[in-house]
Each structure stands twice: as structure tokens, then as C-alpha cells.
């Protein structure tokens, strides 16, 4: 039974067993918390954070007391020296709960060494899933979804910017991208110049008041920008690298029609790549009376 409006959630506040437990926290709607994650912090015998005020404030919230339990820092500029403390916490027996600014630990965001360290001494390693602007971004742009590869934030140093371009440019998987409000107007022409016309999305402020996304090719894109300053939080997902999906599907074609119809090849290839079958289809079609 769901709770009505206005009624608190239960939350279970039970003994957990010794280990890590990253928990994602909202990237904007403070009510898309999980339970669980809401469980995790209320039952944790220790909280660490990247920024301490946004958890006390997300767990005042939702009600979760602190109590006497210790909340502590942990970020990129403490991590080397606050990390064997956590882990010979875990390691003595105690439940840590640890959660980023916003979204889920890890994703660009501290708790790698965290993880990697802990699996390393043997300790329990558990996730709380939940938001993370990369998937809400996914589920909004209208690209496909099938494959996609989560690029971080650009580098901003000049050659390593090109190496990183030029290495994305020809990757068969639709593209996710973070960048600064300050620098996307610069990195969708920079994307437009280096991958030619592809579809995209800008994403800004997913799960928040303005929440807006602008969907069009690179090019356009790139010409709103200009015109336009954008605000807030924002996520780029450009559309995958068709030429090297023209190969694959060619390919794919070639060998389903060894033994197949043009109707049949063209819908195992269109559900196994993916792609359209109108599209998929028109190329069989092709390709047989190429043959
Ligand atoms: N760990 C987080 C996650 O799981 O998405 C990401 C942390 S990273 C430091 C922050 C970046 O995520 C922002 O600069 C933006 O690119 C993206 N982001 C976070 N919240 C967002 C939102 N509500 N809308 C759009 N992008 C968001």
C-alpha cells in the first residue's frame, strides 16, 4: 500500500552487518531517494560524505536522525588520509554508509579508491542504487540506448582534449558527457566541428524546476548556444557513429541473407543492431539485388 499524501514512508532502522555501503542521494527532487538508501543512512553506525551539510540536510529531510553517530568528510582532497580510517572502522566491525554531493558515488564523483581499497582488505563492498544523471539523461534524450558510453567531463587541457575527441569520434555506442554550464557552449561546437552532424541532446537541470532538454543535431545545437547562455546542471548524449554502424549492419546483413529471406535477415538484424526496420530493410533489399 502506497503511503497517502503527506504521510512519512517507514523507515527501517535495523542492525547492518559490517561493510561499505555507497548510497545514491537525488541529483535534484529531494523525494526521489530510495527507500533503501533512506534505510542505509537511518541504520548506518558510521556516515561519510563528500560534502557533510547536503547529507545532514537531505536526512533532515526525509527525518533520518543523526543521533550520536559520526558524519564524516570524505572527498577528493581528504580521501588519502580519512580513507584507512574508514576502512579500519569497516574492518572492526562497523556498517559505513557513504554518499556523494548528488547521485550515485563513483560516477564522477569520489569513492573509487574507497571501493577498490576495501575489496582489496577483503571488506563487504554493497550498493543502494538510485539517481545518477547519466541514466536520467538516457531516459530523456530520444537516443538509442542500447549501448552507450559515459565519457565523464571533458579534459580541459588542449591536447589531451583532442586525444579525447578524436578517441570518442568513433566509438559505435551513444555518447554521455558532463560538462560545466560555463564550457558547453564551447564543447557543442567543438563536437559539432570534430564529429560531424549527429543528433544530441543537451539535458540541463534533470529532476529540478527548469528542467529543460533541447534535442537537434550538433550543428544546431551549437548555433542555439551561441545565442543562448544555459544555467544549471548539464548532460550532453550525442548519438553514436552511424558509419561504423553502416559497416556492422552490411555485415550483419550479408550473413543473415545467406540463409534467410530479405523480410527475415532484415527484422534479425534490425532487433539484434537495434536500428529501425524500415531502415535495415531498405539496405537488404539492396544488398540482395546487389548480389
Ligand atoms: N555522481 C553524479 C551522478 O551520479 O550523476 C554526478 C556528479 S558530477 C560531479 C556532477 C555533474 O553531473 C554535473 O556537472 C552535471 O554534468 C551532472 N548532473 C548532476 N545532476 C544533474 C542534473 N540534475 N541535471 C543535469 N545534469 C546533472
Known amino acids: 500500500m502506497f503511503p497517502q499524501h503527506g504521510q512519512s514512508v517507514n523507515i527501517e532502522k535495523k542492525q547492518l552487518p559490517a561493510g561499505l555501503y555507497f548510497v545514491a542521494t537525488p541529483i535534484g527532487t529531494a523525494r526521489d531517494i530510495t527507500l ?4 542505509i543512512l537511518a541504520s548506518a553506525d558510521v556516515l561519510a560524505a563528500e560534502d557533510t551539510r547536503t547529507l545532514r540536510h537531505l536526512m533532515q529531510i526525509h527525518g533520518v536522525a543523526l543521533g550520536e553517530r559520526p558524519l564524516i568528510a570524505y ?11 574508514l576502512l579500519a572502522m569497516i574492518a572492526g566491525g562497523r556498517s559505513v554508509a557513504y554518499a556523494s554531493e548528488a547521485g550515485t558515488p563513483l560516477i564522477s564523483d569520489p569513492g ?10 577483503g571488506l563487504p563492498v554493497t550498493s543502494a542504487p538510485g539517481p545518477s544523471a547519466v541514466v536520467a539523461a538516457l531516459s530523456v534524450a530520444g537516443l538509442p540506448t542500447d549501448r552507450f558510453l559515459f565519457a565523464g ?26 560538462e560545466s554550464p560555463r564550457r558547453v557552449a564551447r564543447l557543442v561546437t567543438e563536437l559539432a566541428a570534430a564529429f560531424g552532424d549527429r543528433e544530441a541532446a543537451v539535458c540541463r537541470e534533470l529532476t529540478k524546476r527548469f528542467e529543460e532538454v533541447l534535442r537537434g543535431s550538433l550543428g544546431t545545437l551549437a548555433g542555439t548556444l551561441q545565442d543562448r547562455s544555459l544555467k544549471g546542471e548539464i548532460v550532453i548524449v550525442i548519438d553514436r557513429n552511424r558509419a561504423s554502424e553502416t559497416v556492422d ?13 530479405v ?22 533489399l539492396d544488398l540482395a539485388k546487389g548480389d
Do not use: C
Open 36 to 39: 533503501r538508501a533512506l534505510d
Open 75 to 85: 572527498n577528493d582532497h581528504n580521501g588519502a588520509s580519512v580513507r584507512p580510517r
Open 112 to 121: 573509487f579508491q574507497l571501493s577498490r581499497e576495501a575489496l582489496e582488505a
Open 153 to 178: 567531463f571533458p579534459p580541459a587541457a588542449k591536447g589531451a582534449r583532442g586525444t579525447w575527441l578524436e578517441e570518442l569520434r568513433t566509438v559505435p555506442a551513444t555518447l554521455v558527457i558532463y
Open 249 to 261: 549492419m552490411e555485415g550483419a546483413l550479408r550473413t543473415a541473407l545467406a540463409d534467410m529471406s
Open 263 to 284: 523480410k527475415d535477415a532484415a527484422a534479425t538484424v534490425a532487433e539484434a543492431l537495434g536500428l529501425p526496420r524500415r531502415k535495415v530493410y531498405q539496405a537488404a
